[in-house]
């Protein structure tokens, strides 16, 4: 009978740990622990620990999603009460949880250590390393370099971000305690042939997950990133339990437009949304966390429609260089839209709208012409009648729209422009806003920075986002031509809707 082969090696970290009183912020993580690690240097706070790592079976520990191992040793830390013995320990290898503490992680090694202060109250240490995109040149930090959080408590698993630690600092691999670690891997094989077969399955599974994490965007074309889709394109998949039908709207100007009707039931009570320009109904829908529409329809809101306007993100014709206004969303888009409605749920319904962003200008500037009736209640989201921006934006929206399309001669501006083959087509803007910004690595979502106002980013607080919403960005926003920003700017300039 065959011996299960194990692996086992010990690895040593030093570092530096302070007392914290704030959640972790995405925007700003590293900004975090490094202050936590300089003041705890500068207070002479340090934090090391020694573990042994156990694999009893190299080849369950290959075959295992999570690369989950066992972690045996001591946490050496004098302000919590000198050598502290691991009650329990986990290690991950290499792991890419949906919801990670991370931004731009690829890829993240996670340490859980369960241990007992000089009190004797339960404490949890909880370490990651993190193997970002696209930062192949940085490979020897990340792999050395463990971010560090100290939470009260025994967690059974990977702290979630509201989660506030007690205790947050940074770890290091020093090049001497290197050295050591790649001295001490052991194996309960005797023969030569059989050692090196063990300790070539574990560096074959390190090395694969770094290539899965760096090649793709190393040598990756852009056509591959261009199909890459986390979750399927316009899928319905986040709302359950409903009846979705699609409609087909025509306003008098002779465009096509769409909607979505989310039916539970025959109700007198009917929503209606409208998104952002460069949007679409997918923002309503997301599958990746509790979306509005399941809200809605599990809040006594039996039929949701969803309007996509000549703005979305779903009609290739955005992208063709239309002089469209939202005078042309007031006069023709909304009222047909709200006609086809009506027709179907009855003159008697009250409708309750909630509009965002251009999307909700609109809708308040039909409400004010007198386009619209028979609305029982409104929630103007971002933007109502009279947008205000801050001078950097109005800058912007001085200059870009006439740059681009009369200089440059885009018929439209896009966040799918970091993906476009060659080196031609708008990618010197994203060139650009990769070169200023360092909030995140998204490409898609330094565009939208860019089409949409100011700030690091321009159009939400990373803190409030879901990684995968994040990492999904180029497929719930699209391109636009140029001509709204027009429309845009003159109500600026005069502080109301015209």
């Known amino acids: 009978m065959s011996i299960e082969s194990s692996l086992q090696f010990t690895e040593t970290m030093r570092g530096f740990f302070s007392e914290n009183k704030n959640s972790l912020s995405f925007s700003q993580l590293t900004d975090q622990f490094s202050s936590c690690y300089d003041l705890g240097k500068n207070l002479n706070y340090p934090l090391d620990f020694t573990l042994t790592i156990k694999i009893q079976s ?29 009650k329990k320990g986990l290690f991950n290898l290499f792991v890419r949880p949906s919801s990670s503490i991370e931004f731009n992680a690829a890829k993240e090694m996670h340490y859980l250590l369960h241990f007992l202060d000089k009190n004797g109250e339960q404490k949890t240490f909880f370490g990651f ?19 560090t959080c100290i939470f009260d408590g025994f967690l059974s698993t990977a702290p979630q971000k509201n989660q506030i630690p007690s205790f947050v600092g940074i770890l290091k691999i020093e090049v001497k305690d290197f050295i050591q670690q790649l001295q001490s891997f052991k194996t ?9 077969s063990v300790l070539a399955k574990f560096l074959s599974l390190f090395a694969g997950n770094l290539w899965e994490a760096y090649a793709p965007f190393i040598f990756g074309t852009e056509e591959q990133r261009w199909d890459e889709h986390i979750i399927a394109l316009q899928s319905n998949e986040g709302v359950r339990g409903v009846e979705i039908q699609k409609r087909n709207v025509f306003t008098k100007d002779g465009l096509f437009l769409s909607m979505d ?33 399941q809200y809605l329809l599990d809040h006594g809101y039996d039929d949701v429609w969803s309007l996509d306007w000549r703005g979305s993100s779903r009609h290739v014709y955005n992208l063709k260089p239309l002089h469209h206004t939202i005078d042309d969303v007031v ?57 205000q921006i801050r001078w950097q934006s109005k800058i912007k929206l001085s200059i870009g729209p006439n740059l681009l399309e009369y200089v440059f001669g885009y018929p439209y501006i896009s966040p799918e422009i970091p993906f476009f083959p060659g080196p031609g087509f708008g990618r010197w803007i994203w060139w650009m806003e990769r070169l200023l910004r360092r909030e995140c690595k998204e490409p898609a979502c330094h565009m939208i920075s860019f089409m949409w106002g100011w700030g690091f980013p321009a159009a939400y607080e990373h803190d409030n986002l879901n990684v995968v919403t994040h990492r999904r960005l180029k497929d719930l926003f699209g391109g636009t031509n140029l001509h709204w920003y027009r429309h845009i700017l003159k109500m600026v300039k005069n502080g109301q809707a015209l």
């Not at 520990?61 to 045996?72: R, S």
């Not at 040793?73 to 000198?82: A, F, H, M, T, Y």
């Not at 390393?129 to 971010?147: C, H, S």
Request: glycine share 6%; charged share 20%; proline share 4%.
């Open 58 to 86: 190299i080849d369950a520990f290959c075959n295992d999603p999570d690369l989950q191992a066992n972690a045996e040793g001591v946490i050496q830390c004098p302000r919590l009460g000198g050598e502290l013995a691991v």
């Open 129 to 147: 390393k993190v193997v970002d995109r696209e930062d192949f040149v940085d490979i020897w930090p990340e792999t050395t370099t463990l971010y």
């Open 188 to 196: 309960n094989q005797k023969d030569l042939s059989s050692r090196a």
């Open 261 to 293: 009707r989310f039916h539970k039931k025959k109700s007198k009570n009917v929503v209606v949304l409208l998104h952002g320009l460069t949007t679409s109904t997918d923002m309503f829908i997301m599958p990746e966390h509790y979306n509005l529409v």
């Open 331 to 387: 006069l023709y888009d909304i009222p047909a839209a709200l006609e086809h409605i009506k027709n179907e749920v009855g003159e008697d319904s009250s409708l309750h709208v909630i509009c965002h962003c251009v999307g909700s200008i609109s809708f308040m500037c039909a409400l004010a012409a007198g386009k619209v009736s028979g609305v029982h209640s409104i929630i103007s989201n971002s933007v109502s009648l009279t947008p």
